[in-house]
């Protein structure tokens, strides 16, 4: 059943029905799956179909999903209000917006996550260029996941409302002066530095982080040092070896570091000795 909704709901403009499938059926079937990814197109099968909801509502109690349907009608409804659909999503007959978000939150759904996904939907529909609106919704939900990466949801809201030319609240302007907006300015100022970075293939040098490892362990355990990190390390006058190390403890600022100077006759695991002899030194800061 997932895969035909999916096959679907791709489909642009959330184009289906079979020539004996009702759009409330349709809906119900929906709801079965009980998975957000789908649950989240209803609200625009809502706009496109206007489907009756009393006949959802009986179906979906039939099969234990009325508080489901509830939940995705309360969504639907504040979508209305919010967006000023009156006549194409259900409307709100006295139900406040705290009772809303109430039930919406008692089953477990974000508001603002179906929010994003039916303007993204409504946007392709009123589109009429197949291509472009693909393009657009592509470039849309890229833009909202490289967003979540650096902002939070409050400063994602106010970032939608500045791009949408909309005024915010006194707290919204101070937050976004004191926060959203330094980051903005950091990223500008990372451009170039980020380009350059991201072009790089990181190394790692797997038998060299397992010295270290080893190496941390066998100071902590022979000469009694509890839980360090060592900094850089280099061998010496032919039989010793020198390191830096700093503790573990986060009561220890980063430049309250430590050194030890140990023999090499000391140390007896052959392990430790033999990748010495092919790392003489390396500092890990």
Known sequence: MENLIEKKLNEAGYRMLGDNESIEQFI????NTRNARYLKAIPFLFYKFQPDTYKINLLSKNKNLDKLFDAILSITTKLSFELGLKGNLPENTGTSIKMLDKIILSAGLNYNEFKDEFELQLRNYNNHSPFINKQKIYA??????????????KEKQIIRRLL????????????????????LNSIIGLQD?????????????EELYHLKKILEAWIEKDLKIKEILIINFSLW???KIFITYKKKDDRYLEDQLSNTTIKMSKIKDSEILNLLNRYKKHNFG
Do not use: C, G, V
Request: glycine share 0%.
């Open 28 to 31: 119900l079937n929906i709801l």
């Open 140 to 153: 849309e939900r890229d833009l909202q996941m490289n967003l979540s990466q650096l902002f939070t949801k």
């Open 164 to 183: 949408e030319e909309k005024p915010i609240s006194k707290t919204d302007y101070e937050y976004y002066s004191r926060k959203t907006k330094k980051k």
């Open 193 to 205: 530095f980020a380009k350059s970075l991201y072009a790089k293939t990181p190394k790692y040098d």
């Open 237 to 239: 006058d032919h039989d």
